[in-house]
């Protein structure tokens, strides 16, 4: 993991923290998008979001996205196929 | 409504979606495994695919998700543009990249995936249909 993408998980981990602790919070239900360690795009769904990150930061490996309020600390069971 | 049906495969439900690799080759056909119990309603992700296929897509890093069962661990998301050209679905949605796939799929289409459409064998047993 590179610097910049420790940085950009940093204020993510922050975010869904605080979106799960606070459902008031600045960016509440939004689909927020990380570029260089900095909130670079807001959405209200996942294809605005990508968009609005791509015009802003073309690279992916320079960003991340989350969904604030979402809890992604919830183990999710895959079954197995036999 | 429109509707796609798709022809089980060994004998399980499939759909077929269509994905837009980053580096100029057309779109490419993945077929998956229609799996109602691979997640919940409110999971963070509604695909699994091959990590790969994540990043030729140009997925875009959208946290990690703990899994258990058959895929225990920690997995990255990516955020992928996924179609159904039939249904006109075409939407960037939440996938997890897996290092492989069941064998004879190319992943999974969970429940959350599953959930937005109505779903079933539309009276022949023989196939699996989507309808939006």
Not at chain 2, 1 to 9: D, G
């Amino acid at each position: 993991m590179t610097n910049l993408q420790q940085l950009n998980g940093d204020l993510a981990k922050k975010l869904m923290k605080e979106g799960l602790n606070n459902p008031q919070c600045a960016y509440a239900g939004k689909f927020v998008g990380i570029a260089n360690g900095n909130v670079v795009a807001v959405a209200d769904n996942w294809d605005e979001l990508a968009r609005r990150l791509h015009q802003v930061e073309p690279d992916p490996a320079k960003t991340c996205a989350l969904e604030v309020g979402r809890d992604y600390d919830a183990v999710q069971e895959i079954w197995g196929l036999h | 409504m429109p509707r796609s049906q798709w022809p089980l495969r060994n004998d399980r439900p499939s759909i077929q979606i269509t994905l837009t690799f980053a580096q100029g080759s057309g779109p490419t056909a993945r077929d998956l495994l229609a799996d109602t119990g691979a997640g919940n309603a409110q999971a963070s992700f509604e695909l699994l695919l091959e990590e790969s296929d994540c990043l030729m897509c140009g997925g875009t890093p959208a946290q990690t998700v703990v899994l258990s069962g058959a895929y225990a661990g920690t997995h990255p998301i990516y955020l992928v543009r996924v179609r159904l050209p039939n249904l006109g679905f075409d939407h960037v949605l939440p996938v997890v990249g897996v290092p492989a796939v069941p064998a004879g799929f190319d992943g999974i289409a969970c429940f959350r995936f599953l959930n937005r459409f109505n779903y079933g064998n539309y009276g022949d047993s023989g196939q699996f249909g989507l309808e939006l």
